[in-house]
């Protein structure tokens, strides 16, 4: 089955901005764009006249409005639109099976929305199997600006593969550079085995230790992916801070997320909170086992 690229659109200049930077990704990527958009008919129980029909045409609108400006500005785009009657997540969510990709629309940085995220966008991080790319705006608009893609690696190279694989992907397409950055902190007593400790020791401390780790992570994906330059980056500190720090200069910033679902509902992590509310550009969030 082919894959495609979904943006969700409401009309708002976030989500227009999310669409064009989709629009720009499928190009990259060679993947048609389908455009989505949520409306189902609810009654209020309040004294006001209420038109299906119109509602239905504003719905209407609101697509087509996005889809033509897609289409003009992309003349060679494979692009598809169409409403869908559920909630907002629902209705991305029920695109999964073809989507490459969910992309979403993001506030821009200010005092009042910088750490506004919104509910639906959390719900959808949360819950969807496939990587999804929240799109920071100012004024409605998203330059593609930075050299880097900048991907997080922790743990070991099973955990981190979907993160580095669309990371990879994705600077292949664009021919940019990928910087993996891995972070680190100093051990609470007894936390590493003493086999660990030991294999720290033969390497000559734990910096090593990390950087073999990052070495071996990546190995496999310099090999598939021969033409992307690689800068490997390991720091102490937090995961959340480091990835922020080196994120300045990037065009995407991508984290994982475990899709383990807990007691309380599906979460979408420490690291992934703080890259969506606070990195300067879009962050691409990849769940993993």
């Known amino acids: ?18 669409a064009e930077w989709a629009a720009r990704e499928a190009g990259h990527r060679q993947l048609p764009l389908r455009l989505v958009h949520a409306w189902r008919w609810e009654p209020l129980d309040i004294p ?69 995220l919104g509910s639906y966008g959390r719900q959808i991080i949360a819950e969807a199997t496939r990587p999804v790319v929240s799109v920071r705006s100012r004024d ?66 734990l910096v090593p230790y990390e950087e073999k780790a990052l070495h071996e992570a990546l190995a496999p994906w310099r090999e598939r992916f021969p033409e992307v330059e690689v800068i490997e980056h390991v720091e ?18 991508v984290v994982g997320r475990r899709a383990r679902r807990g007691a309380l509902g599906s979460r979408i992590g420490s690291v992934a909170h703080a890259a969506l509310h606070l990195a300067p550009c879009p962050v691409a969030v990849v769940p993993h086992p």
């Open 236 to 253: 102490i500190g937090s995961a959340g801070q480091v990835l922020l720090s080196s994120s300045g200069a990037a065009q995407l910033l």
């Open 48 to 116: 006001l006249q209420q038109d299906r029909a119109t509602q239905q045409r504003i719905a209407d609108e609101v697509l087509e409005s996005a889809r033509a400006t897609l289409a003009a500005r992309h003349p060679g785009l494979r692009l598809t639109a169409g409403v869908v009657p559920d909630t907002p997540v629902a209705a991305l969510l029920s695109t999964e099976e073809r989507a490459e990709m969910l992309v979403l629309g993001s506030r821009g940085h200010g005092a009042l929305t910088g750490f506004l």
């Open 140 to 205: 409605g608009k998203t330059p593609d600006s930075g050299a880097e893609i900048v991907v997080g690696q922790q743990g070991g190279a099973e955990d981190s593969a979907p993160a580095l694989g669309f990371a990879f992907e994705t600077a292949a397409a664009r021919g940019a550079s990928v910087r993996a950055v891995r972070a680190w902190n100093l051990p609470p007593l007894y936390a590493y085995s003493p086999a660990s400790l030991a294999l720290a020791d033969e390497l000559g401390g």
């Open 1 to 18: 089955m082919s894959r495609e690229i979904v943006a969700g659109v409401d009309g708002s200049p976030e989500s227009l901005a999310a």
